[in-house]
């Protein structure tokens, strides 16, 4: 089985609510990048995504696709899974982190598009599922400090396989950060779109960023 058995709604409510209040407790970013490193490389990094408005890339994208980039090629990771759809803008996510990643300079064939993820949960379960079809079996995921200690209670709750964090360091992305590029996305806009805010209630985006929308009975 790739899933770990799936928790009832009421204990998914209550650890939930327990790791929330425990979020300061998280290993500091650091701890979690030399616990990573002893065990490198990894077959696969996931990089999860967000929005692109079709001009130039945020802050928080930029660091990310660096973040995952930089522990390619320093061999930490042999290849490297941009995971985000088409959620709030036009702009598949993945398909733009990975036009990104290219003018950065990681081959192609180091580079996995996962364009199906609309929320952070998504973005590691649909990756993981593309990770386990490719033969990957050590599996970690690389985002800011933030979105890493939110995910951190789900990705250890229900997946098989365990999921390391690489955070972003500041200290290090600094030193390498220094990237402006431009690229042509047209090749990851999507016809006839309709945003997220159209398409699903709050409540159901709600269920979704906590990943309850997930059937992992069926995958």
């Not at 806009?189 to 997930?214: A, C, D, P, Y």
Request: net charge positive.
């Amino acid at each position: 089985m790739f899933f770990a058995k799936k928790k009832s709604p009421l204990s998914f409510f209550l650890i939930t609510l327990l790791l929330s209040s425990c979020a300061f407790f998280r290993p500091s970013p650091d701890k979690l990048y030399n616990r990573a490193i002893k065990n490198v490389p990894y077959d696969v990094v996931i990089v999860p995504g967000v929005p692109y408005d079709g001009k130039n890339w945020s802050p928080v994208m930029r660091n990310r696709v660096v973040w995952g980039c930089y522990l390619v090629k320093k061999g930490f990771a042999k290849h490297v899974i941009f995971s985000g759809g088409a959620v709030y803008t036009p702009y598949v996510e993945a398909k733009v982190m990975a036009l990104y990643a290219e003018k950065i300079g990681i081959q192609k064939d180091k580079i996995f598009i996962e364009a199906q993820a609309q929320h952070s949960t998504e973005n590691v379960f649909f990756s993981y599922c593309l990770a386990r079809k490719k033969g990957f079996t050590k599996i970690a995921i690389a985002t800011d400090q933030f979105q890493s200690t939110l995910l951190m209670g789900f990705t250890k709750r229900n997946f098989m396989l365990p999921i390391t964090h690489i955070p972003i360091l500041a200290d290090t992305l600094s030193q390498i950060n220094n990237m402006d590029f431009q690229i042509n996305a047209d090749s990851a806009k999507v016809e006839n779109f309709k945003s997220i805010l159209e398409t699903q209630s709050k409540w159901f985006r709600f269920r979704g960023t906590q990943g309850k929308n997930i059937k992992f009975e069926k995958e």
